[in-house]
């Protein structure tokens, strides 16, 4: 599934806004807020849940 290959590096802070995150998709790098992270690892962690329970 889609969630599942967004990989979440790590959390960083810059002089313009704190709580910044590096994502990783299909080879290519992006910085999100963390709110987006907040839903992205709910996400995969549902689809993980509903793969269990199959």
């Known amino acids: 599934m889609l969630w599942e290959i967004i990989t ?3 959390q960083y802070s810059s002089l ?3 709580e ?3 994502l990783s998709y299909n080879g290519q ?3 999100a807020s963390h709110a987006l992270v ?3 690892g709910g996400l995969q962690q549902q689809e993980k849940e509903e793969a269990m329970r199959k």
């Open 16 to 18: 313009v806004q704190k």
């Open 20 to 22: 910044k995150y590096l």
């Open 8 to 10: 979440i590096h790590y």
């Open 38 to 40: 907040k839903l992205v």
């Open 29 to 31: 790098y992006y910085e």
